[in-house]
């Protein structure tokens, strides 16, 4: 089974649309993030959360907001859904590495989000 | 604001030929990732290199840290249609709790 899981894969909404996009991890790390990738843009860190009671935002956190329910999930809400928000969102989590000297981070499969 | 410059952004190949992909910046980094995406597919990560002047290989794949830790290169030798896929370096500030800084990626193609 994957370590980090996302639903939904695909999605499809219109314009002023509430959306939820959520995340899932075995991985037992307390840190998760989320980030939008387009073309030509890299991965963009929307928002991040060091354990359940930290959320910080990212770069680009303008149109959403997240919720970290427990240790193993972190969701993320666009609560008006708007055409240039389509991208694809991907779920990581990040564990110590290297006797604790750097971390790593593990990414979902992504869901990609079309505004109409 | 930390910056993370990656190149060249598209490379198209034929199998068997070498190549290299950049990522530079001015900011030091306290370790520096590479992942390979599919498409469809999240990033995976290949390798992490932490110390200056650090080489690691994997295979085919050389990655390289430079000596002042702020870039890294990629090199690919005999490059196969397999390697296909997007490319991406991050930059780990370990002092803002291990975020990451991606260089915008490189598409890269080879040709049987």
């Known amino acids: 089974d994957a370590d980090v899981t996302q639903t939904p894969r695909n999605r499809i909404t219109k314009t002023g649309k509430r959306i939820m996009l959520e995340c899932s991890q075995t991985?037992?790390?307390?840190?998760m993030y989320w980030y939008r990738q387009d073309p030509g843009l890299g991965l963009r860190l929307i928002y991040y959360s060091f354990d359940v009671k930290d959320i910080n935002k990212g770069e680009i956190s303008d149109g959403y907001s997240v919720s970290r329910q427990a240790q193993a999930k972190f969701s993320l809400s666009l609560e008006s859904a708007i055409p240039n928000q389509t991208a694809l969102y991907f779920c990581?989590?990040?564990?110590?590495?290297?006797?604790?000297?750097?971390?790593?981070?593990?990414f979902g499969p992504g869901t990609r989000l079309t505004v109409l | 604001t930390q910056l993370l410059e990656q190149s060249p952004q598209f490379l198209s190949i034929q199998e068997g030929e070498n190549l290299t992909v950049y990522c530079n910046s001015s900011?030091?980094?306290?370790?520096l990732q590479w992942y390979r995406q599919e498409p469809g597919e999240g990033p995976v990560l290949l390798v992490t290199v932490v110390t200056g002047g650090e080489v690691k290989k994997l295979k085919r794949l050389t990655f390289q840290f430079g000596d002042a830790r702020k870039d890294s290169s990629l090199h690919i030798t005999a490059a196969q249609p397999g390697d296909t896929g997007l490319y991406l370096c991050a930059g780990e500030d370990y002092n803002q709790g291990g975020k990451l800084i991606f260089g915008q990626g490189t598409e890269l193609s080879v040709k049987p």
């Open positions: 900011s030091v980094f306290s370790s």
């Open positions: 990581a989590t990040s564990g110590l590495a290297g006797g604790g000297s750097y971390n790593e981070q593990f």
């Open positions: 991985k037992g790390h307390d840190r």
